[in-house]
């Protein structure tokens, strides 16, 4: 049985979004396009961010949650495939039950992996940007919990602290964003994933526009244990050829 974390009060509630993302790499190369598509049906909120990348590689997560006094996530599909990906993934969680499946592919065949969270009130696969956005602004550090797939799933600890606020620009108008540093603790599983990914996770970074109506501005981080950092952000329609 896997050990959980504690959940985030809602401050904000989520609604109906379509939002238009890249994904470069930190030198700014293209590398995907990306959709954020949120719908809303009573407190229950279905999140899906999808990346297609140029080589034809695909991540799609679709994360279901509720926002009734406190996040907390129902569901949990993410798959990531193609050559973008080292070790591709195909991992579920099921909130309801705490059970988490993940098939992967070993010398060429395809296996899978069964554990179960204990509780699942802290879980912050699929939410995570979510949850940073209701971090009361006096919050300089917080845990939340995350399932990894080393391809077995196991839990690990967000250690989420605040780095002050950095300048941006919108237009001709200048903001701020509050950065929020995010440090994965393996805690004794540190030899376990370093030998099966080669490394420890490098930290992720996170920039939030606090206020009224919270919202996501930019990160930089990885999305496989062993990935390379990679940035997203929000982009706006071109026209024209």
Known sequence: ??????????????GLVHGFLTLRSLDGTLLADGDLIQNVRGDKVTSRLVFHFKDGSLSDEVAVFSQRGTFHLLS?????????????????INGATGDVEVRYTEDGAEKSAHD?????????NGILLTLLKNLAPDTSEAKLSYVVATPKPRLVTLLVSRNGKEPFRTGGTERSAAHFRIKIDLGGMTGLLASVFGKEPADQNVWILEGEAPAFVKSESQMTPNGPMWRIELTSPSWGK
Do not use: C, I, N, W
């Open 1 to 14: 049985m896997l050990s959980y974390g504690s959940s985030v009060p809602v401050r904000h509630h989520e």
């Open 116 to 124: 179960r969270v204990k509780a699942t009130d802290g879980l912050a």
């Open 76 to 92: 949990d599909h993410v798959v990531q495939k193609g050559p973008a990906f080292t070790h591709p993934l195909d991992m579920r």
